[in-house]
């Protein structure tokens, strides 16, 4: 959850600051909550809970493994491409800040 907070943030930021192409023919000069509501009636909000609820179900087998007592750590879903983790105190560290961040997001 604390991932998700921290793109919200962000995302509540940069929609008031920077417009991408294409964004404004569909749903105007709006802003922020104002954009919910316009999406809302649009019907975007209805797409966006249908295809991110399919794409939760590929977070089911993470879950399962979690509940029955596997290694898994919660949240380490083994994408790792810089290699951060090789160094276990650096990996704690990022882990930490991690949590941090997430807790202020929320």
Known sequence: HGRVCM?????????????????????????MTELH???????????LLVWLGFIEIFGLVAIIQTLQGGERQPGDFGFDPLNCGANPDTLARRQLVELKNGRLAM
């Open 7 to 31: 793109l919200a943030a962000t995302g509540m930021i940069v929609q008031d600051v920077v417009q991408f192409p294409g964004v404004g023919k569909t749903f105007g000069a709006a802003k």
């Open 37 to 47: 509501d316009v999406a809302v009636k649009m019907g975007a909000m209805q797409q």
